[in-house]
């Protein structure tokens, strides 16, 4: 049974910087693809960043160029670099580990951007 680990967050002034890391157990890491989603209290929740199990990388608008997702399949962990945060990038960030059409997440870690 696949499992999934966040850790990461925090509290982070605006423009402030934070890695969030996400580690999988139970399974074989590299042949899932891998996203970072994000909700906020009374929202849908939003793809914020994909990676693939080749490494190619897809973001949501609001955090391109500020936003970098990554893979350690040495250490069956995916990253979620987060920059320039603003007040808006700071709902609860779920990963989710995809293969075929199924989906398992994260319980998920908190994200607060505030002065």
């Known amino acids: 049974q696949v499992q999934l680990v966040e850790s990461g967050g925090g509290l982070v002034q605006p423009g402030g910087s934070l890695r969030l890391s996400c580690v999988l157990s139970g399974s074989i890491f590299s042949i899932y693809a891998m996203g970072w989603y994000r909700q906020a209290p009374g929202k849908q929740r939003e793809l914020v960043a994909h990676?693939?199990?080749?490494?190619?990388?897809n973001y949501a608008t609001s955090v391109k160029g500020r936003f970098t997702i990554s893979r350690d399949n040495a250490k069956n962990t995916v990253y979620l670099q987060m920059n320039s945060l603003k007040r808006e990038d700071a709902p609860v960030y779920c990963c989710?580990?995809?293969?075929?059409?199924?989906?398992?997440w994260g319980q998920g870690t908190q994200v607060t951007v505030s002065s």
């Open positions: 989710d580990a995809n293969l075929g059409r199924v989906d398992s």
């Open positions: 990676i693939s199990t080749g490494g190619s990388t």
